[in-house]
């Protein structure tokens, strides 16, 4: 049912990223289109002629939705935990959204991710990088725990390099002390 | 060692001497700094006097960074350059307290230095040293004024001269997620500043090798961090080894040979050493806790860690030679203790440490006896020896004119005294201070 309702809301925009493409984009010609995405699209453009540069050009800004789309999932389950100040074990409402993050990865098993730790400011530098993988292998082990295979979550730790929050004090410190999962792409 | 003796004896021997100027508090292990006059160098024209200048300013700085001397006004001059340069009139310098007296000469030709430089001892009336040094193009003039800084400090301590040594930090553009991190490299007092690396990739805590000729650091690459070990002269940069987990927290041992550093799994942090020349490792700890910021003694028969084993981090010391014996806690204090760095001499080891939200840099004998904290701040981390065990430089964050947070290097004399900013042209950490390097 799940996978169904997903795959209805994908078509949607497939179709909605085709008119915008279609009504917006005329202007731009198709020498244009090839100078600037060149990276992406390498393989098929070689093989396709201009009036078929625009079905590669689809595919493409099909997949990022697709792609955008499993981020903005993630992102409504919850893609963070939270921790207490020199704590590994995440705290106890952290439980339902990892639950939540299982469930998602179980239904989109080609799906690879990764768990970034993070701690706050008030820790020395080394200890921070040892503490934030801490946090992030005990986020691992309960989704391993929960039935995801252990082989398509890595783990990295940021320590206190890339606070989400600069301001100095408890509120902004508990946003800092996570454990973020983000897809692999 | 025996230079260390030297000093002692040295210090002792002024100290009998009331005349000397160089009293010792026992208690507080404070020195009184010797009163030096440095006489600016004689010369013939406009160019040569403003080298003169220079290389003053900068003899001037090295000596007084040092802790261990008061540079005396030249105001309080009594007898000209010219005339000191050839003898000084020993009662006149008695007068303003000088216990040592730099003169010398300086010529430019054909775009070389020649520099001609005597070290008194007033109160001996003795000429120390008598040296010259010549075939230095004009714009090694600062290298210059750091041999003779050294040889006037060997001469006067017994102890080898630290002012040719690099600093290598992580300099800081940005703020919060966005702050790009550089390594970057100076001469120990702020000057020569070079960038290393181009800031795509997220560097932390760069380290000296003790030849001076590499570091290794911690780089974020493909979502992994590692130890990369740098040369400084070919920039050519590699991985230490294709580990599982995260590398982390690197240190050379003394003899260059081998990179200790923590390593993950499961969660843990466990200490590791890998042997560069052999390409082979092996594990120091092996417990579920937190072990890490490992560090050498100076002739590397032992490591001090730090580690949460206990709880709290403290910081333990564990023989790795022979047979490793069960780590030793050194530290029992409240608060949390990390990052220890080893003094050259052997004789303490500096740490950060932090309680109550407060951070301090402190020192500890390697008994565990003595703990005593030197600098407070918010987040000050990192402590790095100067090559003598005398000063330390660390980081801190301070507030800015405008309020906002930056991170600065600082040096602290280990009395505790003279804690003073290490001017640097962006926002800096992690600094390691290298070692001498020869000439």
């Known amino acids: 049912m799940f996978l169904i309702k997903k795959y209805l809301y994908l078509i949607l925009v497939i179709v909605l990223a085709s008119c915008t493409e279609n009504t917006k984009n005329i202007p731009i010609t198709g020498a244009d289109v090839t100078s600037d995405n060149n990276s992406e699209d390498t393989t098929i453009k070689n093989q396709d002629d201009s009036s078929e540069i625009k079905v590669s050009d689809n595919a493409s800004e099909n997949k990022k939705s697709m792609e955008e789309i499993l981020i903005e999932e993630l992102i409504e389950v919850g893609d963070r935990v939270f921790f207490d100040y020199d704590e590994s074990r995440f705290k106890n409402e952290g439980v339902e959204t990892l639950k939540r993050q299982a469930r998602f990865l179980l239904n989109n098993k080609d799906l690879t991710v990764r768990i970034e730790g993070h701690c706050d400011q008030r820790g020395t530098r080394e200890y921070n990088l040892a503490l934030g993988e801490r946090r992030a292998f005990s986020v691992k082990s309960f989704l391993v725990s929960l039935g995801v295979e252990e082989s398509r979550i890595s783990v990295i730790s940021y320590g206190k390099e890339k606070p989400q929050s600069l301001n100095e004090n408890e509120a902004s410190w508990a946003q800092n002390r996570t454990a973020i999962t983000v897809i692999n792409q | ?439």
């Open chain 2, 1 to 439: 060692m025996k230079k260390i003796l030297l000093l002692i004896f040295y210090i002792i021997n002024i100290y009998v001497n009331p005349l000397s100027g160089l009293e010792i508090d026992v208690t507080e292990g404070k020195i009184e700094p010797l009163p030096i006059a440095v006489v600016k160098f004689n010369s013939q024209d406009a160019t040569e006097e403003d080298y003169s200048l220079k290389i003053n300013t900068i003899i001037s700085n090295n000596l007084r960074n040092t802790g261990l001397f008061k540079i005396l006004s030249e105001k309080s001059f009594l007898q000209s350059e010219n005339e000191v340069f050839l003898q000084p009139l020993f009662s006149d310098w008695r007068l303003i307290d000088a216990n040592f007296l730099i003169s010398g000469e300086i010529f430019i030709n054909n775009r070389l230095l020649k520099i001609n430089f005597k070290l008194w001892d007033i109160y001996q009336e003795k000429l120390v040293v008598n040296k010259n040094i010549s075939g230095i193009s004009e714009s090694d003039w600062r290298t210059s004024s750091h041999i003779i800084s050294n040889i006037i400090y060997e001469n006067i301590t017994g102890e080898k001269g630290y002012f040719d040594t690099k600093v290598v930090y992580v300099a800081e553009e940005g703020d919060g997620a966005e702050k790009s991190r550089k390594l970057a490299i100076m001469d120990y007092d702020g000057n020569n500043h070079k960038i290393l690396t181009d800031g795509k990739d997220l560097v932390l805590t760069p380290r000296f090798s003790p030849d001076g000729k590499n570091i290794v650091f911690l780089q974020y690459k493909n979502n992994k961090a590692s130890v990369y070990l740098m040369n400084l002269k070919s920039k050519n940069t590699k991985i230490l080894g294709n580990y599982l987990g995260m590398s982390f927290a690197p240190r050379f041992s003394p003899n260059g040979k081998k990179i200790i550093f923590s390593l993950t799994s499961r969660g843990q942090s466990n200490i590791f050493i890998q042997d560069l020349e052999k390409n082979k490792n092996f594990q120091v700890t092996n417990n579920k806790y937190i072990n890490t910021s490992p560090y050498f003694s100076p002739n590397g028969k032992k490591i001090v860690f730090s580690s949460d084993r206990a709880g709290k981090q403290n910081l333990y010391i564990k023989k790795v030679v022979n047979n490793f014996k069960k780590a030793e806690r050194i530290t029992y204090g409240k608060g949390n203790y990390a990052t220890p760095v080893w003094s050259p001499r052997g004789d303490y080891i500096a740490f950060t440490k932090s309680y109550k939200k407060k951070f301090y840099i402190g020192l500890i004998k390697a008994n565990g006896k003595g703990e005593r904290l030197i600098s407070e701040g918010y987040l000050a981390d990192g402590p790095t020896w100067s090559p003598n065990g005398r000063t330390l430089a660390f980081y801190k964050i301070v507030k800015d004119q405008n309020n906002q947070n930056k991170s600065k290097l600082f040096t602290i004399d280990i009395t505790g005294n003279l804690e003073k900013e290490l001017v640097t042209p962006y926002q800096a950490s992690d600094p390691d201070w290298g070692p001498s390097i020869k000439y």
